[in-house]
């Protein structure tokens, strides 16, 4: 039997932070980049010296790029705000995509991109790092199967020291503290983890309501977009809460479920305490690393494209972050309004 080919793969953006674990993948031969879209040359040039890249792989145009090196995948590493004109130039031409987290923070460009990869038939899936995560999965499979009983009550917190504090890079910052770019600051780039987990253990349900408090701790450094935010969605018999802070002492990314029987915690990637009834005590649960291709979201994209795994139930998948990308959209309008966004009224 032969051994499949690499997927062919173009990069649209070198300004998100993330995109440097496309160019430290040693040892894993899946992907084959052929295309590297940038319109800044000053940052395109960088890369290229950084990573040793071939000159040819660059282009300023990204529609040029994609019509000259014709990928199976292009994966997004831009602002948020650019994922549908890099959805509107792949999809025609059958290329699936890619995208950082989130889909969208506005939901009418979330609802454009669904209905482009409807049309021409692509996968346009969303990496989240706690897709990656077997604690969230273990927790996942404790609600499906009836140990923790009924959802009651969920808490996500997410987030960082802040993005300059930890020494993002300067072109990554300048998305993150622009509302047009990032559409809002913590709010968006932390709280979409949360959102994402809920909707996915809710199964796909969406909320009654959006409730959303923000605040800037930090004007002096934030001034544009909040540091700082807390999102309550209120479900017919649950309610979720996401804490999503540029504010923490250290980095964190962590889930609570409270059931009816019970609640369990995923700690971290591989750490799971659970309590399953009244009379046990706590247990404290090590788990192994997902396998690949879960554990490294381009192994992931080559799996989807060669049709190996159906992204459309999962975290990933399209009509999961379809209902995140207007969770995102009801936060940040509950915050600029200090009002509650009833969804089931829109």
């Not at 090196?69 to 890099?86: M, N, R």
């Not at 009418?108 to 077997?134: M, P, R």
């Not at 591989?270 to 690393?289: F, G, H, Q």
């Not at 979201?297 to 795994?309: C, G, H, N, T």
Request: hydrophobic share 40%; glycine share 8%; aromatic share 8%.
């Amino acid at each position: 039997m032969f051994a499949q080919q690499p997927v062919r793969i173009a990069i649209a953006g070198l300004s998100h932070g993330h995109v440097h674990w496309v160019f430290n993948r040693e040892g894993k031969n899946d992907i084959e980049i052929v295309g590297i879209y940038e319109e800044d040359e000053a940052l395109a040039k960088k890369f290229q010296e950084n990573y040793d890249l071939d000159p040819s792989l660059f282009y300023t145009d990204l529609d040029e790029m994609l019509k000259k090196t014709k990928p199976e995948a292009v994966s997004a590493f831009g602002a948020i705000s650019e994922h549908l004109p890099v959805v509107e130039a792949a999809a025609p031409k059958g290329i699936h995509v890619m995208v950082e987290k989130p889909l969208a923070f506005d939901y009418d460009e979330a609802l454009k991109i669904g209905k482009l990869a409807k049309q021409h038939n692509i996968n346009v899936i969303t990496n989240f790092e706690t897709s990656w995560y077997s604690s969230n999965q273990y927790v996942g499979k404790l609600l499906q199967d009836g140990k923790l009983g009924a959802v009651r009550k969920v808490w996500v917190n997410d987030g960082h020291e802040g993005p300059k504090e930890i020494g993002v890079g300067e072109d990554f910052l300048g998305i993150l503290v622009d509302p047009e770019k990032n559409g809002a600051g913590a709010l968006v780039d932390f709280g979409c983890y949360g959102a994402n987990l809920i909707t996915w253990l809710m199964k796909g349900e969406k909320p009654v309501s959006v409730t959303a408090i923000t605040n800037q701790n930090k004007p002096e450094i934030y001034k544009n977009v909040d540091d700082e935010a807390t999102i309550i969605l209120q479900y017919p018999k649950a309610q979720c809460v996401i804490q999503a802070s540029w504010n923490w002492p250290f980095s964190r990314k962590d889930m609570t479920v409270y059931g009816t029987k019970g609640f369990a915690t995923a700690k971290d990637a591989t750490t799971v305490i659970e309590r399953l009834d009244a009379k046990s005590s706590e247990e404290i649960k090590s788990l192994e690393p997902r396998p690949e291709p879960y554990a490294d979201p381009f192994s992931y994209l080559a799996a989807v494209v060669q049709e190996k795994i159906d992204p459309s139930e999962g975290l990933y998948g399209l009509p999961i972050n379809l209902t995140v990308a207007q969770i995102l959209d009801a936060a940040i309008r509950s915050a600029q309004t200090g009002k509650t966004i009833v969804l089931s009224e829109e």
